[in-house]
Nanobody, 121 residues
Framework: QVQLVESGGGLVQPGGSLRLSCAASGSFFSINTMGWYRQTPGKERELVAAITSSGMTNYADSAKGRFSISRDNAKNTVYLQMNSLEPEDTAVYYC???????????????WGQGTQVTVSS
């Protein structure tokens, strides 16, 4: 079974930085796009940033210029470096990955358990 395990959330003051990590474990053939989403109470989960296996990135407008997504394919890990954090960035952040378990099976969309990021003084 493939799992995504996140780490790196916490409490930070406005203007501060955090780095989130998400590692995929288990047996699989390949991982395509990996990304980070976030959700606050009463709102839909929204994309923060995504990165393909070849390194192409996509950011939400709110993340551009402040957040940076990267991945280490050898470690099956995706990172989200968050700088200049604002109270509006407070949310539960979820890792997402499109995984192919075997070369002939369709992509499976997986989610991590979520990690809380709180930006407050």
């Amino acid at each position: 079974q493939v799992q995504l395990v996140e780490s790196g959330g916490g409490l930070v003051q406005p203007g501060g930085s955090l780095r989130l990590s998400c590692a995929a474990s288990g047996s699989f053939f390949s991982i395509n796009t990996m990304g980070w989403y976030r959700q606050t109470p009463g709102k839909e989960r929204e994309l923060v940033a995504a990165i393909t296996s070849s390194g192409m990135t996509n950011y939400a407008d709110s993340a551009k210029g402040r957040f940076s997504i990267s991945r280490d394919n050898a470690k099956n890990t995706v990172y989200l470096q968050m700088n200049s954090l604002e109270p509006e960035d407070t949310a539960v952040y979820y890792c997402n990955a499109a995984v192919r378990r075997r070369s002939t099976t369709p992509l499976l969309i997986l989610w991590g358990q979520g990690t809380q990021v709180t930006v407050s003084s």
